[in-house]
């Protein structure tokens, strides 16, 4: 197995922890789980997804070279978020009412989280050993590279995904102590 590998199987698990989460989540109704929130400041899961796969988008296109599908393939027009930098956002920096202002279905995110791993691994298997060690961020001490970068990606997706999943469990048995 290569490096290139090793990061490919690990970007190729968060889709199947976050279907897991989304899979027949609340959407609908007065306060659907997809949307509901922990108290009134945290995140949602509908936010937690959509910005993971914002942050893989933004940060592997960036060191592919790439346009991000957010933009290149019309994701931000079907999101139809109402964010004055809904072209760019990620999720960095949001107000609470950002969080509660990104609502998308299910099926969405699914769709763009497909769309996000389909170009990711279509990078990776163009990265060999060799690539890992190129600096892409010059603005850290130590200068960042490539292999750090897409570990820093995958961990950060891991762990969002991993926040979406305790939160749509603590919300359920919330609304429903038998769960």
Same mark, same amino acid.
């Given at each position: /197995?290569t490096?290139a590998d090793?990061?490919?199987?690990? #970007?190729g698990?968060?889709?199947?922890?976050v279907?897991? *989460?989304?899979?027949?989540?609340?959407e609908?109704?007065p306060?659907?789980?997809l #949307?509901r929130?922990a108290d009134p400041?945290?995140?949602?899961v509908?936010? @937690?997804v %959509?910005h @993971?796969?914002r942050v893989?988008?933004?940060?592997?296109?960036?060191v592919a070279?790439t346009?991000?599908?957010?933009?290149a393939d019309g %994701?931000?027009?079907r #999101?139809a978020?109402?964010l004055?930098d809904?072209?760019?956002?990620?999720?960095y920096?949001h107000?609470?009412?950002?969080?509660?202002?990104?609502r998308?279905?299910a099926? &969405?995110l699914?769709g763009?989280?497909?769309a996000v791993t389909?170009?990711? /691994?279509?990078?990776?298997?163009?990265?060999?050993?060799?690539?890992?060690?190129?600096?892409v961020?010059?603005?850290w001490?130590?200068?960042v590279t490539?292999? *750090?970068?897409?570990?820093?990606? *995958?961990?950060?997706?891991a762990q969002?995904?991993g926040q979406?999943? &305790?939160?749509?469990? &603590?919300l359920?048995r919330a609304?429903?102590?038998?769960?």
């Amino acid at each position: /197995m290569t490096p290139a590998d090793l990061l490919a199987e690990a #970007f190729g698990r968060i889709p199947d922890t976050v279907g897991a *989460v989304l899979d027949g989540i609340g959407e609908t109704g007065p306060d659907p789980v997809l #949307f509901r929130r922990a108290d009134p400041t945290a995140n949602t899961v509908a936010w @937690l997804v %959509w910005h @993971l796969v914002r942050v893989q988008d933004d940060h592997v296109s960036e060191v592919a070279g790439t346009e991000q599908a957010w933009t290149a393939d019309g %994701w931000a027009d079907r #999101f139809a978020l109402p964010l004055p930098d809904a072209a760019t956002a990620t999720g960095y920096g949001h107000t609470p009412d950002d969080v509660a202002a990104v609502r998308p279905s299910a099926e &969405l995110l699914r769709g763009y989280l497909a769309a996000v791993t389909e170009r990711t /691994m279509a990078y990776l298997r163009t990265v060999d050993e060799d690539d890992l060690d190129r600096v892409v961020d010059e603005r850290w001490d130590p200068p960042v590279t490539l292999g *750090v970068r897409l570990v820093s990606v *995958v961990d950060d997706d891991a762990q969002h995904a991993g926040q979406a999943a &305790l939160l749509r469990g &603590l919300l359920e048995r919330a609304g429903d102590p038998a769960v």
